[in-house]
């Protein structure tokens, strides 16, 4: 069995496997990577449990100190490892400005990425956990899951109620699935803990989509119009780049419920309407 290590560097954390010199995930930049090398030593693999920035933008310094280190992910997450100018367009919703080509959402390019399969590892419990990412993956281990972004430590959702999540509905799917099957968690950003860690992150998805059903629910206005009174509502924006990862969130808790027929959008006048059907 993998014996799995945590590493925790300020609010973030880390797994790592001494035998197999295996570490999930790098974290952002060179000074973090020093700092995971002096707690570790060696490295012979880096899994990326999925591709955002934040997780894998050390990889450059990563291989340029360990040359020979492997770099390993999910296909669903290969797409913006292998062009990272994804990550930003997404959030802007096309070619993206100057403002957001920051090391918080512009990864490097040209990564040597190879597929992480999980059956080579049968004694490893790979655990899938897609909504924050397409292809999000965690590790279960003497009772507890490491959930890389899937969950958020409570003082994460203190300081960042509105969750960013690719596709809502399925990563509150993921929360319902894991409240059967474990009891104590690992999250990548914050603090440990138990089931209470499943109903705060759920509370703060469904604070989202209550707020766009309320001002919906107040009359037809733009989609535009709603996102932003939104945004207001749950997490006024303070930075260029945090209002287009929360109006980039947003737009998804729409979406999700428009599929849901909750929500429908009409276009009329040049511009997208949300209504209550």
């Not at 790098?26 to 002096?38: A, F, H, N, S």
Request: proline share 6%.
């Amino acid at each position: 069995m993998t014996a799995w290590h945590v590493i925790v560097i300020g609010a973030q954390n880390f797994l790592y496997d001494k035998e197999l010199k295996i570490l999930v995930d790098c974290g952002i930049g060179k000074d973090l990577v020093k700092t995971l090398l002096r707690e570790i030593g060696a490295v012979g693999a880096c899994w990326m449990t999925h591709a955002h920035t934040d997780h894998y933008g050390g990889l450059k310094y990563l291989l340029k100190s360990s040359p020979a280190v492997r770099i390993f992910a999910p296909p669903g997450e290969f797409p913006f490892l292998i062009n990272p100018d994804l990550e930003p367009a997404l959030l802007y919703g096309g070619y993206f400005p100057k403002a957001l080509a920051t090391r918080w959402l512009l990864g490097p390019s040209d990564l040597p990425v190879q597929e992480l399969a999980f059956e080579s590892y049968p004694h490893i419990d790979f655990v899938p956990l897609q909504g924050h990412s397409p292809a999000l993956f965690g590790i279960a281990w003497d009772g507890m899951l490491f959930t890389s972004d899937a969950l958020f430590g409570q003082e994460i959702l203190v300081k960042y109620p509105l969750l960013y999540h690719y596709n809502p509905l399925q990563a509150l799917e993921t929360l319902k699935t894991l409240e059967k099957h474990y009891e104590r968690f690992l999250p990548a950003h914050g603090s440990a803990g138990g089931r209470e860690l499943l109903a705060g992150n759920r509370s703060c998805i469904e604070r989202a989509f209550n707020a766009c059903l309320e001002i919906a629910g107040e009359g037809t206005v733009t989609l535009d119009g709603l996102i932003q009174s939104a945004m207001e509502r749950l997490a006024p924006a303070k930075t260029i780049e945090t209002y287009f990862l929360s109006r980039s969130a947003l737009a998804g808790y729409v979406s999700a419920l428009e599929r849901e027929k909750q929500l429908t959008l009409v276009l009329e006048s040049g511009q997208v309407l949300v209504q209550i059907p």
